[in-house]
């Protein structure tokens, strides 16, 4: 059974930092592209980052360039996202996923390739 845990979810201050860690079980990571979602209030879910599966490669979404880092240790089996100077826009849940789909089709932003998704944690910047 395939599990994606998130943490490090919490309140924070707008300029402030926190650590995502997203921890695998019941999969090989390393066969598989990892990407962070958000979700706010009455919005869709927005893929924020991803990264290829040997992490030669990465995706940022424009409004998180320069101030979030996405990361993976195969080893561990857990993904890692580093979000600085956080704004009270990124106020969200925020998910990882699982995808089996290659990074070349360049479909790594939507939702829809991923196979296995975790239950969210809650990231709330005070303004």
């Known amino acids: 059974q395939v599990q994606l845990a998130e943490s490090g979810g919490g309140l924070v201050q707008a300029g402030g930092s926190l650590r995502l860690s997203c921890a695998a079980s019941?999969?090989?990571?390393?066969?598989?592209?990892m990407g962070w979602f958000r979700q706010a209030p009455g919005k869709e879910r927005d893929c924020v980052a991803a990264?290829?599966?040997?992490?030669?490669?990465?995706f940022y979404a424009d409004s998180v360039k320069g101030r979030l880092t996405i990361s993976r240790d195969n080893a561990k089996n857990t993904v890692y996202l580093q979000m600085n100077s956080l704004k009270s826009e990124d106020t969200a849940v925020y998910y990882c996923?699982?995808?089996?789909?290659?990074?070349?089709?360049?479909?790594?932003?939507?939702?829809?390739?991923?196979?296995?998704w975790g239950q969210g944690t809650q990231v709330t910047v005070s303004s």
């Open positions: 996923a699982a995808s089996d789909t290659a990074w070349y089709t360049r479909t790594y932003d939507r939702p829809s390739k991923y196979n296995y």
């Open positions: 019941g999969l090989t990571l390393s066969n598989y592209v």
């Open positions: 990264i290829s599966s040997r992490s030669r490669y990465t």
